[in-house]
């Protein structure tokens, strides 16, 4: 059984930077370089967790064509609605797809397998869940 993941300290300093704490963004930053690497990962949930986010943040910028959260954060429903159309999809969907296409595309579930030394079938049944829990906290930071 892997030990319960969370990923709270992102989703915080997503939050301050969302509210105006600038000074945060080096700390978002670095929180980012440090799920990039998986040197505090604890376990392959953690891992593909801290993966979904870097991948989920990186997708918004592209998304939206901008790489300003508070900005992000501030664009109206029929601005929304005209980026869904331009992607070819809502917000929502399109992360969780980049986050899916992402692990298909890296061999994430054999190299997770690999590297915890845990089955295929435990990491592989925790690829879409993880994508929806983390496309989830994401979407609810920008509403």
């Not at 501030?74 to 992360?95: A, I, T």
């Not at 079938?121 to 983390?134: E, G, L, T, V, Y």
Request: with cysteine; hydrophobic share 35%; charged share 25%.
């Amino acid at each position: 059984m892997s030990k319960a993941v969370e990923f709270s300290r992102f989703f915080q300093l997503l939050d301050d930077i969302k509210n105006g704490q600038n000074d945060k963004l080096k700390q978002l930053d670095m929180l980012l370089e440090e799920y990039d690497s998986h040197i505090s990962s604890e376990g392959y949930l953690q891992d593909l967790g801290e993966t979904y986010c870097c991948i989920g943040l990186i997708e918004i910028y592209v998304y939206s064509g901008m790489r300003n959260i508070p900005a992000i954060c501030k664009l109206e429903k029929d601005e929304w609605e005209s980026l869904s159309e331009s992607n070819s999809s809502p917000l929502p969907q399109y992360l969780a797809n980049k986050m899916i296409s992402y692990s298909k595309d890296n061999d994430l579930v054999k190299n997770l397998s690999e590297k915890w030394n845990a089955p295929r079938r435990d990491i592989s049944k925790h690829i879409n869940n993880m994508a929806k829990f983390i496309t989830e906290g994401l979407i609810q930071l920008l509403e």
